[in-house]
């Protein structure tokens, strides 16, 4: 039994599922905990033991959730939106990273549905406003041989935490929705508007391909011709973002004036 003394009650299982009024999002399949180390573990867990897609796992606190280039991400009670889902898609491996792309696109277009305009897409998996982060993704993939057996997508969207919540050396680089909009809102609201979304966008995928994910993704990601610096093992450099290819990889223009195809790292816009 969930603590009804906690603050937003919306993730309830009572309260949220029957807002699940899609196809791919099933009232059985939603797994809600008080707290857990990590949602995408779960998740992980629960796709090797033959779980089904759609199957969703929601944690209203997370200790020790994982974020791309070893970065922890951390959600105190009450207060941010965690949540990991299964998919099992027909796609080959090289194909999955996408998913990521449009689970940025879904949680988009999910906030702008809540009155959260300004927001730009930073490659490959976060959402910022004014240059600050607002949303970050974690895409994980298992294989059973070559094929794609699941893949797990790790949410985390600062909701109602203020400023003053943050952990010190990451304060001044984070915001949420009750910062930039003065409210409280109910997280249940937040997860079924990206729900209802991502399951439109995961049905275009499968559907018509990459091209309507990627002609999104650009609407709201960095200018073409706009300056950012990738970072990686091998220290920064500076680029000009030039386009996102078929594969959902980043394509700048270097110093030189040659083109590269990026597939991993850090992207920071620069303006």
């Known amino acids: 039994m969930a603590d009804t003394t906690l603050t937003d009650l919306s993730l309830l299982p009572e309260r949220f599922t029957p807002l699940l009024t899609g196809k791919l999002f099933q009232p059985e399949h939603y797994h809600f905990l008080e707290t857990t180390p ?3 573990t779960l998740a992980m867990e629960a796709a090797r033991d033959g779980a089904s897609e759609g199957t969703l796992f929601v944690a209203d606190r997370q200790t020790q959730g994982r974020g791309r ?5 951390e959600a105190p009670a009450g207060s941010n939106l965690t949540f990991s889902l299964i998919l099992r898609p027909k796609l080959q ?4 990273p ?5 689970t940025g696109v879904a949680v988009l277009e999910a906030l702008h549905d809540h009155k959260l ?3 730009r897409l930073k490659w490959p998996n976060d959402l910022l406003i004014h240059g600050k982060k607002i949303c970050g993704i974690l895409s994980e993939m298992s294989l059973q041989g070559s094929h794609v057996s699941a893949v ?7 909701i109602n ?3 003053e919540a943050f952990p010190k050396p990451l304060s001044e680089q984070l915001t949420s929705l009750r910062h930039q909009r003065g409210v409280e809102v109910a997280r249940g609201d937040i997860l079924a508007a990206v729900l209802k979304r991502f ?3 995961y049905g275009s995928l499968l559907q018509e391909g990459v091209s309507p994910i990627r002609e999104a993704w650009l609407k709201h990601g960095p200018a073409v011709g706009s300056r950012v610096k990738l970072s990686s093992r091998h220290g920064d450099r500076e680029a000009c973002f030039n386009d996102l290819d078929q594969d959902g990889f980043l394509v700048v223009e270097c110093t030189d004036g040659s083109r590269e195809r990026i597939l991993a790292g850090d992207v920071t816009p620069l303006e």
């Open 38 to 40: 990590s949602t995408n």
């Open 69 to 73: 280039m070893q970065r922890r991400w």
């Open 93 to 96: 491996p090289q194909q999955v």
């Open 98 to 102: 996408v998913i990521t792309l449009m």
């Open 117 to 119: 305009k300004d927001i």
């Open 152 to 158: 797990i997508i790790g949410v985390g969207i600062n």
């Open 161 to 163: 935490a203020l400023p």
């Open 199 to 201: 399951e439109l966008w």
